[in-house]
């Protein structure tokens, strides 16, 4: 109880003092005009003038904003007898315009200026990058500053003829002043007038990338256009100047060295952003690996050759050819003729455009022809190819012709009537026998006799076929070897070998699986047929 009336009486008084301090403060102000009868009180005004009334002529009133931005402005009337100075002299009511600081002091009623003091405006110092130029040629009149706080608004600042300049701390002229220049300026005045602007040396930036662009593309460049390395980065374009210089290898070099397409590293500064120092890469050399599509000219000594590289969606690349170009073919030196429409090829090249340094060209692909022989003499091949309606070829076979039995060096008298063979030729030269290679047969079916050294066999189909084995045959059942003993009727085999000279259906057996089940001798034959290239019957 004691306790709530102790808290009732404390606020009482705080609202008692509240509210003796509100009548105690209306009668100052009420009572401010006249401190006592018959004296004159004085009132003090400092603040900006916002506005001057009439804005044209001889001011009557001016409008003050006071040093607390909270409060309200001040509107002052100006009489006759009103008094101006500034700093210590006298002035004139000419001097009040907007954005001048004043110190006034008010008598009479209505409260009217006696005295007007209008103060120094102190300098002003703006920090920042150099955001526009007006006007944008010729000599400024005043220059846009973006502050470093990027939140703070612009600064206009008007220059004149007597600004002072300072680049890195030696005296320049408004000539070193550039959009995108560093600046610490001072101004004083209204409206603000720069009475020094220092500006930053400008810093050079460095630009990684390619060179995608020459300007112009011919004669001596005056730009150069940069892909920089960064992903997703923008081209960049840079003035070049007779003072850039241009480094290789640790060596200086000249302009000539910079290609579109060099690796590079640039210095740069200034307003446009001008090179300094550019670092070329030494050229590496470009691989094109791919088909030859076109010679030109197509006829004499071709001086470009165009390469579709592999790969559907890639353009063909053109590549240029001199007399210093080396040909290879088959670790061979060729010359250019050599090199055909067609020919598959390796090129290194380098410069731009690419010219080739070296073209290793690959040996002609073979033409192909598989078949059955019908007739064979150590001169003359002839083979059935297996197409249908296809006619009888024959090849000449040369002291150079190569022989294979499967993938074992063999000789023209192993090649008999009914072989399924595989013969290579030149494209130059179509029918005549580079490679003949004899090509196994798979047979296929079950056993219906074994008759010494030639088992027969009914085929799938029904047909019959003839396997004729000798002592160096082999026999398998699963993977175990065994001999012609564990041949039975009945049995179903799969027998591989050289087709039987002039018997059609018939292989000479070099390997004999005998098969406890059907698949595993079925899988015999499709493993020789698909994988080893060997044909079947059944």
Do not use: C
């Amino acid at each position: 109880m004691n306790t709530r009336t102790h808290r009732y009486g404390r606020f009482g008084a705080v609202i008692a003092l509240s509210l003796a301090s509100v009548f105690a403060t209306s009668a100052v102000a009420m009572a401010s005009p006249v401190a006592h009868a018959g004296v004159e009180a004085t009132l003090h005004v400092q603040g900006t003038i916002t506005a001057v009334t009439p804005s044209t002529g001889t001011p009557t009133s001016i409008t003050v904003q006071p040093l607390d931005a909270y409060a309200p402005s001040e509107n002052v009337l100006l009489g006759p007898d009103t008094v101006y100075t500034q700093a210590g002299a006298p002035s004139s009511v000419s001097a009040l315009s907007v954005g001048v600081r004043v110190q006034i002091t008010l008598t009479g009623s209505p409260a009217t200026a006696a005295t007007v003091n209008l103060l120094s405006a102190a300098p002003i110092f703006v920090g920042g990058t150099v955001s526009a130029l007006t006007p944008s040629t010729g000599t400024p009149t005043s220059v846009t500053i973006q502050p470093r706080d990027p939140h703070r608004a612009v600064v206009t600042v008007a220059l004149n003829a007597a600004t002072l300049y300072y680049l890195g701390g030696t005296t320049s002229t408004v000539a070193s002043l550039v959009v995108g220049s560093q600046v610490e300026l001072e101004a004083t005045g209204n409206p603000a007038t720069a009475t020094v602007v220092k500006i930053a040396p400008p810093r050079p930036i460095w630009i990684e990338g390619t060179v995608s662009a020459l300007t112009p593309s011919t004669g001596t460049p005056t730009s150069v256009t940069i892909q920089p390395s960064a992903h997703n980065a923008v081209p960049v374009t840079i003035a070049l100047a007779s003072s850039t210089v241009y480094r290789q290898a640790g060596s200086v070099v000249t302009i000539a060295d910079l290609l579109v397409g060099s690796r590079v590293l640039v210095e740069a500064s200034g307003n446009p952003q001008t090179a300094t120092l550019i670092r070329i890469a030494k050229p590496q050399p470009v691989y094109v690996t791919g088909m030859v599509t076109a010679l030109t000219p197509s006829t004499g000594t071709p001086t470009s050759v165009t390469v579709q590289p592999a790969g559907s969606f890639t353009a063909p690349i053109t590549v240029n050819l001199s007399s210093t170009t080396v040909y290879d073919q088959l670790k061979t030196t060729v010359t250019v003729a050599a090199l055909l429409v067609g020919s598959r090829v390796v090129i290194t090249a380098s410069g731009s455009p690419l010219s080739a340094t070296v073209v290793r060209i690959a040996a002609p692909l073979p033409d192909v022809t598989i078949g059955s022989v019908t007739a064979v003499t150590n001169a003359v091949l002839t083979v059935q190819p297996q197409a249908v309606g296809a006619t009888p070829i024959n090849f000449t076979l040369t002291p150079t012709t190569t022989y294979f039995n499967g993938r074992e060096v063999a000789t023209i008298t192993e090649i008999g009537v009914g072989d399924i063979v595989r013969v290579e030729s030149a494209p130059s030269a179509p029918t005549t026998a580079l490679t003949v290679i004899v090509r196994d047969l798979a047979l296929v079916g079950r056993v219906t006799d074994v008759t010494g050294n030639v088992i027969t066999l009914r085929g799938l189909y029904g047909q019959t076929l003839l396997v004729n084995v000798t002592p160096t045959t082999t026999y398998s059942v699963g993977k175990t070897s065994t001999t012609i003993s564990a041949v039975h009727q009945g049995e179903l085999i799969v027998a591989v070998g050289p087709a039987m000279s002039g018997v059609t259906k018939s292989v000479t057996a070099s390997r004999v699986w005998i098969g406890l089940r059907d698949d595993d001798a079925l899988y015999h034959a499709i493993v020789q047929h698909r994988f080893e290239g060997r044909r079947h019957h059944h």
